[in-house]
């Protein structure tokens, strides 16, 4: 008997080489352009939770390297709410207040408070650099509205990423209609000119899914060393189609989803090969009926109940799954 070994070569896709520093994020607009999400949505405080936004407000951070020298701009495009693209509740009655922050205690590392993720505990860290109020205005109902500009040594300084972070929230302060709106952060006020190297990042996402059943929207997740393995909260999902979570390692696994006006949640597993890296939680609507304007929470946690950062432009990039192929030997008569 003659045997012979076949190798199989092994196909890997090339993921880039990260850190937990910012330096290859190359977009600041949030959502980001992997994440094929139309826009966020803010309802006025005096909203129902079952249209799909839990708490009425929503935090943003901004990273700014640290040398970068310019001034910039915190951009909201359709600030206001009335027009095309927001969720009317009746008539336009509602009001929605965008803040800037930087300084101390604005870095969410540092001070967890900032995330405005502990109930009843006053997420308004920091020192106000700027805040409007915008009600059904129709010069601001597809356009862009620029807070700043600022320097970055306003913002507060993190040494692990070596940034200035800023923060924007956004209350809906009155009313009952859906603030839908998206940021760009941007050199200049009047177009679209990006920071090299600045990111953007939240604790909880609350968005828009498109009208179209073959749509998916993505979030990206970065997976730290030491996490060996996170709890997702889904929220208000309308069981509209399934919630899957791919990786390097991950080719698809799927997660319990929540019906109208609750929460779902499970335990998923981390694999060594997917620390360092993004997670990619892809939305997938159902395909037989289209659920209309549905809006979404969802929010992560590590082993041991630190939320986890939503990166609009994905540390590391897209993650892409990469099948190994093992080696086999061959035998022949």
Same mark, same amino acid.
Do not use: H
């Given at each position: 008997?003659? $045997?012979?070994t076949a190798i199989f070569r092994i196909l890997i896709l090339s993921i880039l080489s990260v850190t937990v520093l910012l330096s290859?994020?190359?977009?600041?607009?949030?959502?980001?352009?992997?994440?094929?999400?139309?826009?966020?949505?803010t309802f006025g405080k005096d909203g129902e939770t079952s249209w799909g936004d839990d708490d009425f407000f929503?935090?943003?951070?901004?990273?700014?390297?640290?040398?970068?020298?310019?001034?910039?701009?915190?951009k909201v495009f359709d600030p206001d709410v009335g027009g095309e693209n927001?969720?009317?509740?009746?008539?336009?009655?509602?009001?929605?207040?965008?803040?800037v922050y930087g300084g101390k205690g604005v870095d969410p590392e540092k001070n967890i408070e900032s995330r405005g993720l502990l109930p009843g505990v006053n997420y308004k860290t920091g020192n106000l650099l700027a805040s409007r109020v915008f009600g059904d205005d129709a010069r601001y109902d597809n356009k862009y509205y620029a807070f700043g500009p600022f320097n970055p040594s306003e913002g507060d300084f993190n040494?692990?990423?070596?940034?200035?972070?800023?923060?924007?929230?956004?209350?809906?302060?009155?009313?009952?209609?859906?603030?839908?709106?998206?940021?760009?952060?941007s050199r200049d006020a009047n177009s679209?000119?990006?920071?090299?190297?600045?990111?953007?990042f939240t604790y909880k996402y609350t968005f828009r899914m498109w009208n179209d059943t073959k749509s998916i929207s993505h979030i990206y997740p970065y997976i730290d060393t030491?996490?060996?393995?996170?709890k997702q909260k889904n929220f208000d999902w309308d069981d509209d189609g399934v919630i899957l979570v791919v990786s390097t390692y991950k080719q698809g696994i799927s997660v319990p989803v929540s019906g109208e006006d609750n929460w779902a949640e499970s335990k998923i597993p981390v694999e060594q090969a997917e620390i360092g890296k993004s997670l990619d939680f892809q939305f997938h609507k159902k395909k037989e009926s289209l659920v209309r304007n549905n809006n979404v929470v969802i929010s992560l946690e590590n082993?041991?109940?630190?939320?986890?950062?939503?990166?609009?432009?994905?540390?590391?990039?897209?993650? $892409?799954?990469?099948? $190994?192929?093992g080696i086999r030997k061959v035998q022949k008569k």
């Open positions: 008997m003659k $045997v012979n290859d994020a190359s977009s600041q607009a949030v959502p980001g352009k992997d994440e094929n999400i139309p826009f966020l949505v929503s935090i943003f951070f901004f990273t700014i390297p640290k040398d970068f020298s310019g001034q910039f701009y915190i927001d969720e009317l509740q009746g008539v336009w009655n509602s009001k929605t207040m965008f803040s040494e692990k990423w070596n940034s200035y972070i800023f923060k924007i929230v956004c209350e809906g302060i009155s009313g009952d209609d859906g603030n839908l709106y998206r940021y760009f952060l679209d000119l990006p920071l090299e190297g600045a990111n953007a030491g996490i060996v393995s996170i082993q041991r109940g630190d939320a986890l950062q939503f990166f609009s432009s994905p540390i590391g990039g897209v993650p $892409v799954y990469q099948p $190994v192929i």
